[in-house]
T-cell receptor
Framework: AQTVTQSQPEMSVQEAETVTLSCTYD???????LFWYKQPPSRQMILVIR????KQQNATENRFSVNFQKAAKSFSLKISDSQLGDAAMYFC????????????WGAGTKLIIKP | DGGITQSPKYLFRKEGQNVTLSCEQN?????MYWYRQDPGQGLRLIYY???????QKGDIAEGYSVSREKKESFPLTVTSAQKNPTAFYLC????????????FGQGTRLTVV
């Protein structure tokens, strides 16, 4: 069975600095998707970034980038130039490429931004 | 604006009562999902539906029921058989099999009193 682990329940970073959130996963599949979702205090889940496992290039979305290490089954999220609006819960999620429904979620990391 | 609307935002239920959580989307998405979120845990799938009049159990379907009579609507009923219903419930939708991104509603916080 696939699992997703986020080992950092909480992280804090000074505004304008860079922070990296960790995520590891376990799967025997070779093709899959990985996601980072953000859940701000409003509780709505917002997609931050996604990575297809067959792509070697790390995904980037503005200040957000990932370090995808397929062999190590690691998928960390780097947030550059942290802003107060980045404060939220961040969830890492996995989905098999042939699955329409089964998102496997990590327990989340609470990110605190210090002004 | 297109999106997913969940209502109500907060819901209180007495022991032994059934309650229904609403989820409506105007994104023309085929697939819809219900998740449960508890503190310190990731989301867990309750039910999902890929087309109208069809739905499948997820990992924690016991004590819940759903219907999908319209493409836009996927209500979740929390029955009295659900032993620990107090939680945050999130509804999501996706365009279809090939589309990878799920869009989420703002959630409903259910509390048993």
């Amino acid at each position: 069975a696939q699992t997703v682990t986020q080992s950092q329940p909480e992280m804090s970073v000074q505004e304008a600095e860079t922070v990296t959130l960790s995520c590891t996963y376990d799967t025997s599949e070779s093709d899959y998707y990985l996601f980072w979702y953000k859940q701000p205090p409003s509780r709505q889940m917002i997609l931050v970034i996604r990575q297809e496992a067959y792509k070697q290039q790390n995904a980037t979305e503005n200040r957000f980038s990932v370090n995808f290490q397929k062999a190590a089954k690691s998928f960390s999220l780097k947030i550059s130039d942290s802003q107060l609006g980045d404060a939220a819960m961040y969830f890492c999620a996995y989905r098999r490429m042939d699955s329409n429904y089964q998102l496997i979620w990590g327990a989340g990391t609470k990110l605190i931004i210090k002004p | 604006d297109g999106g997913i609307t969940q209502s109500p935002k907060y819901l209180f239920r007495k022991e032994g009562q059934n309650v229904t959580l609403s989820c409506e989307q105007n994104l023309n998405h085929d697939a819809m999902y219900w998740y449960r979120q508890d503190p310190g845990q990731g989301l867990r799938l309750i039910y999902y539906s890929q087309i109208v009049n069809d739905f499948q159990k997820g990992d924690i379907a016991e004590g819940y029921s759903v219907s999908r009579e319209k493409k836009e609507s996927f209500p979740l009923t929390v029955t009295s058989a659900q032993k620990n219903p107090t939680a945050f419930y999130l509804c999501a939708s996706k365009r279809g099999f090939m589309n990878t991104e799920a869009f989420f509603g703002q959630g409903t916080r259910l509390t048993v009193v």
